[in-house]
């Protein structure tokens, strides 16, 4: 199993979340965040001040899924979050050794 964490700007949610669901994975995690990267945030102008935004809005998307899957989860994730532009967003991927469904008991494949 692999956890996949994603980390995309807000408005490409929804339709990372179809993109998703279009491949047949059911659940994900979803998180507000705030960061930047080679960008390193912008400028902005409010009633006549000038002053830097550091940390931009961002949204994490967390899942965790069997490995046969993580090729065409990638491909659906970068496609639905590309815009071209700067802060698009990174893709990370991570083991997981075992999850468990706190309900039932089950392990592994079957938690998830």
Known sequence: MKKIEAIIKP???DEVKEALHEIGLQ?????????F???KGHT?????AEYVVDFLPKVKI????????????IEAIQQAAHTGRIGDGK???????EAIRIRTGERGADAI
């Not at 902005?44 to 006549?48: A, D, F, K, P, S």
């Open 11 to 13: 408005f490409k949610l």
């Open 27 to 35: 659940g994900i995690t979803v998180t507000e965040a705030k960061g």
């Open 37 to 39: 990267g080679r960008q």
């Open 44 to 48: 902005e102008l409010y009633r006549g």
């Open 62 to 73: 967390e899942l965790v899924i069997e490995d046969n899957l993580v090729d065409r989860a």
């Open 91 to 97: 893709i990370f991927i991570m083991p997981v050794e």
